[in-house]
């Protein structure tokens, strides 16, 4: 794809939004983007013949839809853009709903290399549970995604009860604007890409009188 695709392809995505596809006329296309119907044409078979884009002809012009690629495309973008603009000591804000676990979460940071890290590195003692965000809108997941570019602290693995545990990546945050705690990321987990995992020195349920279901603000240091 190439650079001169981006400005199109991010019109045609600001326009189709969560709508699926968008009807369009490659006249209209052209005055959007300031330029004359034949340019604007080009880029639509352009932008089809690269897999960005899958467009139906229709009566007076064509519905388009975008594609995984065109939209693996953009987020690419997005998360590049992120890194030229967020830089050290900025903070990401994300948010989510409040789900529930399995549970594990009490065990593994109560294991004793894990606590005497977590205390080392992120300056308390973490309340033995984890709480669970899922991460509903694109923007959030996205910049969930970010921090796999960012420096982490690392809780180093080991070993107790017999049983090997993975490092875990922490990042320090603040949580509703109300408690310090850290957003972690578990070398092994068993939550999907749109599920974080925050400690705080407190049970965050109790303490911000929360339950599940209801949304919560995470502002993530980076």
């Known amino acids: 794809m190439k650079d001169s695709h981006l400005l199109p392809l991010l019109t045609l995505a600001k ?25 604007a044409s080009r880029w639509l078979v ?19 839809t975008l594609t995984q690629q065109g939209k693996s495309y953009l987020k690419t973008i997005f998360l590049d853009l992120c890194g030229l603009f967020i830089k050290k000591n ?9 789900i529930s676990g399995l549970g594990e979460g009490k065990y593994y940071v109560s294991r004793p290399f894990y606590k005497k ?3 080392n590195n992120l300056g308390f003692t973490p309340f033995p549970g984890t709480l669970n965000i899922k991460l509903t809108e694109e923007t959030d ?31 320090k945050a603040l949580i509703e604007d109300k408690i310090k705690g850290a957003l972690i990321i578990p070398l092994r987990t068993h939550h999907p890409p749109n599920v974080v995992e925050i400690i705080a020195p407190k049970n965050l349920k109790n303490f911000l009188k929360k339950k599940d ?7 993530i240091e980076v």
């Open 15 to 39: 326009k189709i939004k969560d709508k699926g596809s968008v009807y369009i006329s490659s006249k209209e296309f052209g005055t959007e983007l300031g330029v004359s119907q034949q340019t």
């Open 141 to 171: 997941i996205l910049l969930r995604n970010f921090l796999d570019r960012c420096p982490s602290s690392i809780v180093e693995s080991g070993t107790d009860e017999g049983r090997s545990f993975g490092h875990v990546r922490c990042y």
């Open 117 to 119: 890290q977590f205390e």
């Open 46 to 64: 352009e932008l089809e013949s690269c897999g960005a884009i899958e467009r139906k002809f229709v009566k007076g012009g064509q519905t388009v």
């Open 90 to 98: 900025n903070k990401i804000i994300i948010e989510g709903i409040i």
């Open 213 to 219: 279901g209801d949304y919560i603000r995470i502002k």
